[in-house]
């Protein structure tokens, strides 16, 4: 079993529409977990934190933590072209010393 | 703030020839830096885990004396390639975890190396 999963894509939805990106990971004692947003040819770039189990909400983005299903997602509302992009979903593991990223689902915006 | 700049962005080299690339927090002191290589069309690969002033932690498979890593400061880690082959043509990326932070870790832009 992968330490951090998430279905490949790509995810394709039309402009303006909720886009819902999901990530389970293994490791029942990992307490921080991020999602991370990758250009092709880019770097990742940090998109949102969650700690707790619950909703966090920053802008058009919602991060959904359930430690007991060990699950986390990323909704994203009023989707743009402009969030076409692979979206990295990663989870504390070991101990929480390293930062072990899942192989990213690809989200295709449609005008 | 938290803006992690990484040098040269693209390079060319000549197998058999070594390659330093560098990575420095700009604006915070990071503790811990990591450098990942990506390989196209799949996720990061932590490659190891490096603390200022000590010697790295490479993962397994990393070969350590082909991969050198120097965290002299608390603003500054080089990854350096030695002996390159065309194999090690990737995309290496160095990221830095802000001491105190909330662990959360901030990437530089990556550098993309092309072996020939």
């Known amino acids: 079993q992968k330490e951090v999963e998430q279905n490949s894509g790509p995810l394709s939805v039309p402009e303006g529409a909720i886009a819902s990106l999901n990530c389970t990971y293994s490791d029942r004692g990992s307490q921080s977990f991020f999602w991370y947003r990758q250009y092709s040819g880019k770097s990742p770039e940090l998109i949102m934190s969650i700690y707790s189990n619950g909703d966090k909400e920053d802008g058009r983005f919602t991060a959904q933590l359930n430690k007991a299903s060990q699950y986390v997602s990323l909704l994203i509302r009023d989707s743009q072209p402009s969030d076409s992009a692979t979206y990295l979903c990663?989870?504390?593991?070991?101990?929480?010393?390293?930062?072990?990223f899942g192989t990213g689902t690809q989200l295709k915006v449609e005008l | 703030g938290a803006v992690v700049s990484q040098h040269p962005s693209w390079v060319i080299c000549k197998s058999g020839t070594s390659v330093k690339i560098e990575c420095r927090s700009l604006?915070?002191?990071?503790?811990?830096m990591f450098w990942y290589r990506q390989f196209p069309k799949q996720s990061l690969m932590l490659m190891a885990t490096s603390n200022e002033g000590s010697k790295a932690t490479y993962e397994q498979g990393v070969e350590k004396d082909k991969f050198l890593i120097n965290h002299a400061s608390l603003t500054l880690s080089t990854l350096t390639v030695t002996s390159a082959h065309p194999e090690d043509s990737s995309f290496y990326i160095c990221?830095?975890?802000?001491?105190?932070?909330?662990?959360?870790?901030?990437f530089g832009e990556g550098s993309r190396l092309t072996v020939l």
């Open positions: 990663a989870v504390f593991t070991g101990g929480g010393n390293k930062l072990t």
């Open positions: 604006d915070f002191q990071a503790t811990t």
């Open positions: 990221s830095a975890r802000r001491a105190g932070g909330a662990g959360e870790l901030f």
